[in-house]
């Protein structure tokens, strides 16, 4: 159970000015709009395309995973001051077996051939590196809106899922682009595999090692599932 805190006395804490929370169902088609926002370059928009029926095809799926998937997790980073969200992501707390097909059927305006040979590739490196039988999550999405880069945003959801990964005693595996490697390695990500174009990035240290290299104190718990 959360504790809460009350102030009696003196000036009232001021709120920070991103805050992680929950997303909901209500969030979806801003979650869809900020992927499009952060993702909008052509090796993302050959798999979806910016078209109405694929912004159905996300908004359809996120709901789904919200509504029938438990163990994945989407959480939002939040201005504080507008209520914008600066950022989103999917956390995906069980293996790829577990988990079951990562996508629906893919939408018409899709090139559905591909993509499944795309992401079975994926699905194939994950299942190799990780394929000891360990417990292993899934960083399925990371999205931080263009006008938040650089404010910490991607930080809060990163810390998020190793504080979960460390209390599951998980390994954390992630696909990212060369763009977002150096977030990554900032955490004690290193590059396994290299597929289709991205890195296979994979963190299995112990808990004080990545709060004292992330500089985050024992006590800050950014938990919101309480």
């Not at 992927?35 to 370059?41: G, K, P, T």
């Not at 959801?157 to 979960?164: D, K, Y």
Request: proline share 7%; glycine share 4%.
């Amino acid at each position: 159970m959360a504790t809460t805190v009350t102030t009696v006395t003196g000036t009232p804490t001021p709120e920070p000015p991103l805050k992680l929370e929950l997303a909901t169902i209500e969030d979806v088609p801003e979650l869809v709009r900020l992927w499009y926002n952060a993702f909008s370059i052509p090796s993302l928009l050959a798999i979806w395309p910016d078209t109405p029926g694929v912004r159905q095809w996300w908004e359809s799926a996120i709901r789904y995973d919200m509504l029938h998937k438990p163990r994945e997790k989407y959480l939002k980073v939040v201005d504080s001051q507008t209520g914008r969200i600066a950022a989103y992501a999917k956390w995906s707390l069980e293996t790829s077996k577990e988990r079951g097909p990562r996508f629906p059927p893919w939408h018409p305006d899709m090139d559905a051939r591909r993509n499944e040979e795309f992401f079975q590739r994926l699905e194939d490196v994950r299942n190799h590196l990780v394929g000891d039988g360990r417990k292993n999550f899934y960083l399925d999405m990371l999205a931080t809106h263009t006008d938040y880069r650089r404010m910490g945003a991607a930080r809060l959801l990163l810390i998020w899922g190793c504080q979960v990964a460390d209390q599951e005693d998980a390994l954390i595996y992630i696909d990212s682009s060369e763009a977002g490697k150096p977030t990554y390695e900032r955490f004690g990500f290193v590059v396994r595999s290299m597929t289709c174009g991205l890195a296979s990035m994979a963190l299995d240290v112990p808990v004080k090692f990545w709060r004292r290299l992330c500089n985050v104190p024992a006590a800050d718990s950014l938990s919101v599932l309480d």
